[in-house]
């Protein structure tokens, strides 16, 4: 089911494009009918089928989105992703605005699945974080999960997350946590991440009510320190400087998750065509 909130998505990009309408492929077509096809050209991870669906419905009532694959499916290059029949004038009308959304959605899923896949064999789960596209966030967080990574919070309303900037106005973790847990009493399972930059503050972090503690631009040794000296008392979170060249020196040493802002900030879209047989 296409949630309210992507419809809205759908109809401003649709809108943005087409705005007063189409004034080179109506001037071309009318009742034309034709068959299309979405190409890969490039191997990724697809993600967005049920937008790209929206958008034809939007357009056309009368369109026929017939997907090859599934979201979270790898495809190669060459390979049909998705089928649409009805009017060729307005499959000319969905088509960028469809592509745009499913290369977009995909480059995100295929991002997420490169980093998940240098992490097999090891405990380490990868998260995204709130750095996503304006709009977006609902979309692009579903693909980190067909690319196999994780979630974290989804804004600022479901997850307590306390950064360096509450910790340096509030004058401490201890202070910051402390308020947060009582601003947040009764809340069932309510979870509270602290950020450290130091033993000294994962110290203070261990013996607060927190639920994960994040180490936030340690190095690799130093977060293999950090693991060694939290011993397993609390979930430890990796964060900030982390890329496919460095990412398993992290797991090697030994952290439960580590956060990726690169998953959905700065992706590659997947290299997608259409093209009317």
Excluded: W
Excluded at 10 to 38: M, N, P, Q, R
Aim: glycine letters at 8%; charged letters at 25%; proline letters at 2%.
């Amino acid at each position: 089911m296409i949630s309210t909130q992507t419809k809205k998505l759908v109809k401003i990009a649709l809108t943005e494009d087409i705005l007063t309408g189409d004034v080179t492929s109506e001037a071309i077509f009318h009742e034309e009918e034709a068959i299309a096809a979405i190409y890969a050209k490039a191997n990724g991870i697809i993600s967005g089928l049920e937008v790209a669906n929206e958008v034809c419905h939007q357009i056309d009532k009368g369109l026929n989105f017939q997907p090859k694959v599934k979201n979270g499916e790898e495809v190669k290059k060459k390979q049909i992703v998705a089928v649409i029949a009805g009017k060729t004038v307005s499959i000319l009308k969905a088509e960028r605005v469809m592509l745009n959304f499913l290369q977009r959605l995909s480059g995100v899923a295929t991002r997420t699945n490169n980093f998940t896949k240098l992490l097999n064999g090891y405990k380490t789960q990868i998260f995204d974080t709130r750095k996503t596209t304006p709009g977006m966030r609902f979309l692009e967080k579903e693909a980190v999960l067909n690319g196999n990574g994780k979630n974290h919070r989804i804004g600022l309303y479901d997850q307590a997350l306390i950064k360096d900037n509450h910790i340096e106005a509030v004058g401490g973790i201890t202070e910051a946590v402390n308020r947060v847990v009582e601003f947040n009493k009764g809340k069932e399972n309510f979870i509270i991440v602290v950020e450290t930059k130091n033993l000294e503050e994962i110290k203070e972090a261990l013996e607060l009510p927190v639920t994960r503690i994040m180490i936030d631009n340690f190095s690799p040794k130093e977060a293999e320190k950090a693991v060694k000296f939290v011993n397993g008392r609390k979930p430890l979170e990796a964060s900030g400087g982390i890329t496919e060249e460095n990412i398993v020196e992290y797991a090697k040493a030994g952290v439960d998750f580590i956060s990726i802002g690169a998953l959905t900030h700065s992706v590659k879209a997947l290299d997608l065509s259409l093209l009317i047989k």
